[in-house]
């Protein structure tokens, strides 16, 4: 069994200030993670995944997240926050063993203030 | 390259009537296809999948259907909508045997009145 739970439904940021999203997983299997973007009434962009490489994944626009495995998260972070980072975004959890299925958290919303 | 293409992207339809939505993949074969909903201000939740033609898993119980006539086409149906019906319908593809990383469609955009 997977499961993901954003610990934030809304995060509320200043244009240039740092940006944390925050997720934790279970997974009764080594998981992949990915973060995707949604803008409204939009499909979901990719921007990043680990996929038991690289614990420190890098990603489209800036965003990088850690894949901490003792605290089974892997949080989503930007140094510095654009008004077009203003979007849902949604920590997914996954396993082969799995058919492919795909586990979403409810979503975080960002909202960038000027 | 690999895309993924849904129509209509919009439709306004009565409670009552019929419902066909269309996915097609490009660029890619014996994909794992995958239809989601998603209702206003919530998650993705997983309706159905498929992992080959004629193959369809139930996720949840429900007022819709899923076929899978051919490799690259997935449809998602309904005889009679209920305003329930109403959301964000998603589908994705998955290459099997990868790292289940999903690329979605642009979507639909269903208001059942």
């Known amino acids: 069994a997977q499961s993901v739970t954003q610990l934030d439904s809304h995060v509320s940021v200043s244009e240039g200030t740092p940006v944390l999203l925050r997720c934790n997983y279970s997974?009764?299997?080594?998981?992949?993670l990915f973060w995707y973007v949604q803008h409204p009434n939009k499909g979901l962009q990719l921007l990043l995944k680990?996929?038991?490489?690289?614990?420190l994944v890098k990603g489209i626009n800036g965003f990088e997240a850690e894949f901490k495995k003792s605290e089974t998260s892997f949080h989503l972070t930007k140094p510095s926050a654009h008004m077009s980072d203003a979007a849902e975004y949604f920590c997914v959890v996954s396993v082969k063993t799995n058919a492919g299925k795909s586990t979403f958290g409810d979503g975080t919303t960002l909202t960038v203030k000027p | 390259s690999q895309t993924i293409h849904q129509w209509p992207a919009t439709l306004v339809q009565p409670v009552g009537s019929p419902l066909s939505l269309e996915c097609t993949v490009e660029g890619t074969s014996n994909p794992n296809l995958y239809w989601y909903r998603q209702a206003a201000g919530r998650g993705l939740q997983l309706l159905f999948y498929s992992v080959g033609i004629g193959q369809i898993s139930s996720e949840v119980p429900q007022n819709l259907s899923a076929s899978r006539p051919q490799d690259r086409q997935f449809i998602l149906s309904s005889k009679k909508l209920l305003l329930s019906d109403s959301g964000f319908y998603l589908c994705?593809?998955?290459?099997?045997?990868?790292?289940?990383?999903?690329?979605f469609g642009p979507g639909t955009r269903l208001t059942v009145l």
């Open positions: 994705a593809w998955v290459q099997r045997l990868d790292d289940n990383e999903q690329f």
């Open positions: 997974s009764s299997y080594s998981p992949s």
């Open positions: 680990y996929t038991s490489a690289a614990t």
